[in-house]
């Protein structure tokens, strides 16, 4: 499980002085590309080799709120993996007070330039090996 911290900045604030419920979407974004910079797997080197990784849905459950100048930090981690479609779940945490401030789900797959399916245990196979290897209980 890799971490990622960002701090609130005001524009993400809505009228009522709390961050707007679409910016933690964008975190879990920057979390999951800071994330596969890290273990060495980035979205340029992935999409200088031919691999794109559109998200195909997102969830996520607000559990208490945020505001201007709090820090989250955000732990990422791989939950599924089957070889052309995968899943990462976020754990968002206020650092000021320890509390849970979101939860959330995206789930990818890996797709060519013409957008059709990648086998990558075939086509990629140390790209595979990786994502394999960061499955939870693997």
Request: charged share 25%; with cysteine; aromatic share 12%.
């Amino acid at each position: 499980m890799e971490k990622y911290l960002h701090k609130i900045h005001y524009y993400e604030t809505d009228r009522m002085g709390v961050t707007h419920h679409s910016n933690y979407i964008r975190i879990m974004e920057e979390a999951r590309v800071d994330f596969l910079d890290k273990i060495g797997w980035g979205y340029a080197k992935l999409e200088a080799m031919g691999i794109m990784s559109p998200v195909l849905g997102v969830h996520g459950q607000y559990k208490e709120s945020t505001t201007f100048d709090d820090t989250i930090e955000v732990t990422v981690k791989v939950a599924e993996f089957k070889g052309i479609k995968f899943a990462i779940e976020y754990n968002m945490i206020n650092v000021a007070n320890g509390h849970t401030v979101f939860t959330g789900r995206s789930e990818h797959c890996f797709l060519d330039k013409n957008m059709k399916p990648l086998r990558l245990a075939k086509e990629f196979p140390e790209f595979y090996e990786a994502m394999s290897s960061l499955v939870q209980g693997s």
